[in-house]
């Protein structure tokens, strides 16, 4: 297989203004590709882009907003030329036992981590399918291959996103049109604040997902997890009983992943701001959720 060049590529990446989004975007400029930063955070996401130089834009985006999010697609093709690329990456984390979550916090995670995703995918299709190339890579989670006690929601989202990607990846065999799924274990964002290393899940950098991204758009594949090894282990423990994959699981700490330091001061701050992604009944307008503060900790449920 030909290594593709990025250069001059457009690529969108939406939640792009921090995280595994704003270090992707910083190694694909590295690269010469043009990048465009969605982030419900406007304000970051200009500055993002402002700070990787190269040809990079930062625009306001909220994902659970579609019609908005249509817009910023055709505002940036407006501006950059047709995207080659779609990096589906917003994402929010909230987490509590499912007892405990309010039906709030229920839709906000299903229509950041899964509706959007959907609707951001059929966007790229439609724009891709018909140029007969492109290339869709969709941000999910080892949490998408496995259940992890106090982030059900989360998990179960992360899942819809795997089997999304799965199943329009078989849509569009002999299209031009590639799709990867990314499965990264825990990465120290501020979206994994305050959660603590277990044996099973030790935290990696966004830059380590950020270079197996930039790696798939060069040699498309499906499947991405990062670490690498995380795929053979996943395939290995599928033929296990369940009860030994739960012994396992236990004594090497990944059933604790998501609920050591889930209630620590750090996680406090991230929680607030995740709970600004508005379910999409309330979505605010995108122009002027750009300084929207983050609500009062306190009042936030998640
Ligand atoms: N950090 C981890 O441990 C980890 C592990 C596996 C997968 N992931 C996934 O990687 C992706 C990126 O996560 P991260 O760790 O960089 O998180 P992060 O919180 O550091 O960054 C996410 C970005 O998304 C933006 N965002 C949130 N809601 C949005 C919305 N409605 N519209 C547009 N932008 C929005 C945020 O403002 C933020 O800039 C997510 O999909 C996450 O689920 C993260």
Do not use: W
């Amino acid at each position: 297989m030909t290594v593709r060049s990025l250069a001059g590529k457009v690529v969108v990446i939406t939640g792009g203004g921090r995280g595994i989004g704003a270090a992707t975007a910083r190694m694909l400029v590295d690269d010469g590709a043009c990048v465009a930063i969605g982030d419900v955070d406007g304000e970051l996401a200009a500055r993002t882009a402002g700070q990787l130089g190269g040809q990079a834009i930062g625009l306001p985006l909220n994902v659970i907003d579609h019609a908005g999010f249509t817009a910023f697609l055709d505002k940036v093709e407006q501006q950059l030329g047709p995207i080659d690329v779609l990096i589906n990456n917003a994402g929010i984390m909230p987490l509590a036992n499912l007892d405990e979550e309010s039906d709030e916090a229920t839709a906000r995670i299903i229509a950041v981590n899964l509706s959007a995703v959907i609707h951001g995918t059929r966007e790229a299709v439609r724009r891709m399918k018909p140029r007969g190339s492109g290339h869709i890579v969709n941000i999910a989670s080892m949490a998408g291959k496995l259940g992890v006690p106090g982030g059900a929601t989360y998990c179960a989202t992360k899942h819809g996103v795997v089997g999304l990607s799965e199943a329009v990846h078989l849509e569009l065999r002999g299209t031009g049109v590639d799709v990867s799924c990314v499965m990264p274990t825990i990465v120290r964002t501020e979206l994994s604040a305050g959660l603590k290393d277990t044996r099973m899940s030790a935290m990696i950098e966004a830059e380590d997902v950020a270079r197996a991204i930039v790696e798939v758009l060069r040699k498309p594949r499906f499947d991405v997890y990062v670490p690498k090894y995380l795929g053979p282990v996943t395939n290995i423990t599928r033929v296990f009983p369940r009860r030994l994959t739960e012994l396992i699981g236990r004594l090497g700490g990944a059933d604790r992943a998501l609920s050591t330091g889930v209630h620590s001061p750090e996680r406090a701050a991230y929680e607030a701001r995740a709970a600004a992604s508005a379910p999409a009944a309330s979505a605010p307008d995108p122009e002027r959720q750009t300084t929207a503060s983050a609500p009062d900790p306190e009042r936030i449920e998640a």
